[in-house]
């Protein structure tokens, strides 16, 4: 008879009895457990946070307002950083933290290949005007879907009337298959440090995203979107409201222009070829 070694008897009781992912309660819970556990061995636990943000996509009308496919999420800590190093230097309890749904017109397919677009700014929100990625990791292993993540960092300029920055973004992508055969792909999105403005009277200090890409089950031609966002800046006469307002504004801007890009980038009145003149 064939013995088994005890470390592998306890190896393999140890898996039989591993517990199921249970799903977060809600939205504001699967937001921050998504972050966390972003860089799990598995994808269970991103897959658990899926079921919590579909109840909610599917709750509510994606074609209504902005303000009404907004939300307020819970404070993003340091505990939920999971793998990455955020901004040390920046006071996390000033976050505006927001989130906004919608849905894309195009199928998850295309929106994995919108990824590898190198020159984002035709992507981003309209006060975007410089948005060059460098990818850390095989880029095309991941949308031919070999490899299931890609590292991205995103040379961004940002130009209003509020002021004008440039700061770097980091992002990493990661695709997972839900138990239906689905696709769904996550984003984490951080700056690492606080970023001055052009004038030096104030700074962008932190910035935190998370993004959910779900395929439509009643759809595959389109795709369920989600963007949270925990962030704070240092500009003169911007109170929490009015910075609220503005990223969810600028949060439907950025689902709306990667639409079009996807589409062809006929409405782009971005400057697509300008010189990267950062200082």
């Not at 579909?54 to 999971?82: F, H, V």
Request: glycine share 6%.
């Amino acid at each position: 008879m064939t013995r088994l070694a005890l470390p592998v008897l306890v190896a393999l009781s140890s898996f039989a009895c591993k517990a199921p992912v249970e799903a977060p309660a809600n939205l504001g819970q699967a937001s921050l457990y998504a972050y966390a556990n972003f860089d799990g061995e598995d994808s269970e636990e991103l897959i658990a946070a899926v079921v919590t943000f579909e109840e909610y996509l599917l709750s509510i009308d994606l074609d209504a307002s902005t303000n009404d496919r907004a939300l307020t999420l819970p404070t993003l800590t340091s505990e939920d950083w999971g793998g990455i190093t955020g901004s040390a230097d920046a006071d996390m309890a000033l976050q505006i933290p927001v989130a906004v749904s919608s849905y894309s017109s195009h199928g998850i397919a295309a929106n994995i290949d919108l990824v590898a677009e190198a020159n984002y700014v035709c992507v981003e929100s309209d006060t975007t005007k410089y948005a060059a990625r460098t990818y850390e990791t095989d880029i095309g292993c991941f949308t031919d879907g070999s490899c299931d993540s890609v590292e991205v960092v995103q040379e961004t300029r940002k130009e209003s009337a509020l002021a004008d920055v440039w700061y770097d973004y980091h992002r990493t992508y990661r695709t997972v298959e839900l138990d239906d055969g689905r696709q769904a792909m996550f984003a984490r999105g951080w700056t690492d440090q606080v970023w001055f403005t052009d004038n030096g009277n104030g700074s962008w200090d932190q910035s935190y995203g998370l993004d959910l890409w779900l395929e439509d089950a009643d759809d595959p031609s389109r795709t369920l979107r989600f963007t949270g966002n925990w962030s704070s800046v240092t500009l003169s006469a911007i109170g929490d409201d009015l910075w609220a307002t503005l990223v969810k504004n600028g949060t439907d801007e950025a689902f709306a222009n990667a639409d079009d890009w996807i589409a062809g980038g006929e409405d782009c009145k971005v400057d697509r070829d300008r010189e990267n003149d950062r200082p």
